[in-house]
């Protein structure tokens, strides 16, 4: 549906446009807490997330319905605020490559128990592997394996050791397989045997993770209570319950914090931080590789397949009033990476505001007054990373007008819209689509750019298409000394940013509104978060 508004009204009422985005609604039923002994977060999606270990919702899916029952082979180091999150042994104790093949992957597993009591192992992993890659399988699932492509799209084979031990074989030098492999998830085979299916493995899932599953009252809540046999014994969850509810409207998720309906709200308005603070709530924010950006169309019928369009757009929009509009929780992106990433490089293109540039390049491309580029977008009314989209965009649409871009919204709810990234522009026909993105999991950030990982095998939405870049990001692959690795990782950046391969806007921070009874949460320089360390108090 088209969304017609305009950057001033915005900028000159930005509480009241951002209380009006969407349609505030109450919660329909509020889960009861045990004399102080359950945690409960508001999440920015519209519905629970998939429990098949292969989350829907995006990365906000993966941090509340996969980090939370189940386990990687390699997980997030998420315990500090001041240092970037590393990677660190999740359910794989140690991993390495063979040095006569560095496309041989050994991973030892460690000594854990899925919560219906059955063992991990490589038995297991394999299984699960099977899953994912094994269309004949049992249980293979097409949705699933779709969903967990990017994760496993590098690998070409895989097979066990030993009962602990399993290998994996790459189709190329792929010295970021670790990342990949941090959001794959593992199911308990045992459970998927006594339910049956994936489906009904869903209304009662088994993982290896911090929580394990009370009930699901899809649309409403999910329990989940601590695992107290969890492998990692300093994660044991200090709340023994955690109640997850399905609030897409912001405005509704801070009306549940403050009448004490929830406990902390995900995503939270930056218009609504001053009033939260001054109530006395806890207002937690920190920096992390998260980028706000539209993905672009490079198809031939998109004007986005012209070089001078792409930069005419990123030129025409002033990201330091964005910020200021956004209460300063965000960053102006001048390149793809945040400052102070490692993978910044040395762009020659800034993403900056230069409106009569952007004018004179769209001359150039034979546009003006006359004949304006004409786009469609797809945004969504939320969503995990979406920050503020509605109000985001109408600012957006509005600069870009002032230049000569006219832009038409369809606005989606935000799973449709991860089921369209998924599908490619080609089949939405749409010249855009604002979804954030990551840029600490490479598989499924920057690396979707590569031109052979077009829809369906991979996440290139736009059919990005430009062999400097495939070339990059092969030699990052090749690299697999980590200082190595980031001077080729830091070219990959510096080579999309002087493409303008995407609309890039601001690094977010992800505040987060805290009710004063919570204590012990870290928020992590990650775009998943521990809450297994939050006490709740009487």
Same mark, same amino acid.
């Given at each position: 549906? =088209? ?12 509480? +009241? ?18 004399? @102080? ?11 629970? =997330?998939?429990?098949?270990?292969? $989350? ?11 980090? +939370?029952?189940?386990? $990687? ?6 315990? %500090?605020?001041?240092?970037? %999150? ?14 006569? *093949? ?13 919560? *219906? ?47 602990? +031990? ?34 009904? #493995? ?57 009448? @004490? ?108 007054? !006359? ?8 945004? %969504? ?16 649409? *509005? ?10 919204? !369809? ?19 749409? !010249? ?9 999991? =490479? ?5 979707? #750019? ?31 000394? =980590? ?25 977010? +921070? ?10 012990? #949460? ?7 978060? *521990? ?6 108090? !009487?």
């Amino acid at each position: 549906m =088209p969304l017609e508004l305009t950057r001033r009204s915005v900028l000159r009422g930005l509480s +009241t446009t951002l209380m009006m985005a969407t349609a505030s609604v109450p919660l329909t039923q509020t889960p009861a807490r045990a004399a @102080g002994k359950t945690l409960r977060i508001a999440i920015s999606l519209s519905d629970i =997330p998939n429990l098949w270990a292969v $989350p829907t919702g995006g990365f906000e899916g993966a941090r509340f319905g996969g980090y +939370t029952l189940f386990d $990687p082979l390699v997980t997030w180091d998420m315990s %500090s605020a001041d240092k970037p %999150s590393g990677l660190i042994p999740g359910l794989a104790e140690s991993w390495s490559t063979d040095p006569a *093949d560095q496309k041989r992957w050994i991973f030892r597993m460690r000594e854990a128990t899925f919560h *219906d009591g059955s063992p991990w192992n490589a038995d297991a992993a394999i299984w699960n592997f099977d899953g994912y890659m094994k269309q004949d399988a049992p249980h293979y699932h097409p949705g699933r394996a779709g969903a967990a492509g990017s994760r496993v799209q590098s690998i070409a084979s895989y097979g066990k050791i030993d009962d602990m +031990t399993i290998f994996l074989e790459t189709k190329y030098l792929n010295s970021l397989l670790p990342f990949e492999l941090s959001t794959l998830f593992f199911a308990s085979p045992a459970r998927y045997a006594e339910m049956g299916s994936w489906e009904k #493995f869903a209304t009662n899932p088994s993982g290896t993770g911090p929580y394990a599953f009370i009930s699901l009252n899809q649309g409403t809540e999910l329990r989940l209570k601590a695992n107290e046999k969890y492998w990692d014994p300093k994660r044991v969850p200090k709340t023994p319950e955690l109640v997850l509810i399905p609030v897409p409207d912001a405005n509704t998720r801070v009306a549940a914090l403050r009448s @004490g309906q929830v406990d902390l709200v995900d995503t939270l308005p930056t218009d609504a931080i001053p009033s939260l603070q001054a109530a006395g709530f806890n207002i937690i924010e920190n920096t992390y590789p998260h980028t706000w950006i539209w993905r672009l169309n490079f198809t031939e019928d998109s004007p986005f397949s012209d070089i001078r369009v792409r930069k005419a757009a990123n030129l025409a929009i002033d990201r330091d009033a964005i910020v200021e509009f956004l209460g300063g929780h965000a960053t102006a992106a001048k390149a793809f990476s945040e400052p102070g990433s490692p993978w910044y490089g040395n762009p020659e293109f800034e993403f900056k505001y230069d409106p009569e540039a952007a004018r004179a390049l769209l001359a150039e491309a034979g546009y003006g007054p !006359d004949k304006p580029v004409e786009l469609t977008v797809v945004i %969504s009314s939320s969503g995990g990373g979406q920050m503020v989209p509605l109000s985001m965009n109408e600012v957006i649409q *509005d600069y870009l007008g002032e230049v000569g871009i006219k832009v038409t919204y !369809d606005v989606r709810d935000f799973a449709t819209m991860i089921t369209m990234l998924r599908q490619g522009s080609r089949e939405s026909g749409a !010249d855009g689509l604002n979804v954030a993105m990551t840029m600490q999991e =490479p598989a499924t950030g920057v690396v979707s #750019f590569t031109s052979t990982l077009a829809p369906p095998a991979g996440g290139n939405w736009g059919y990005y298409d430009n062999p400097e870049f495939d070339a990059a990001i092969t030699a990052a692959r090749a690299a697999f000394d =980590p200082a190595q690795r980031d001077k080729a990782m830091s070219r990959v950046m510096e080579i999309v940013t002087n493409d303008a391969a995407a609309l890039v806007v601001v690094h977010d +921070t992800n505040p987060r509104a805290l009710s004063p009874k919570l204590k012990g #949460f870290v928020q992590a320089k990650n775009w998943y978060q *521990d809450f297994t360390p939050i006490e709740v108090l !009487d």
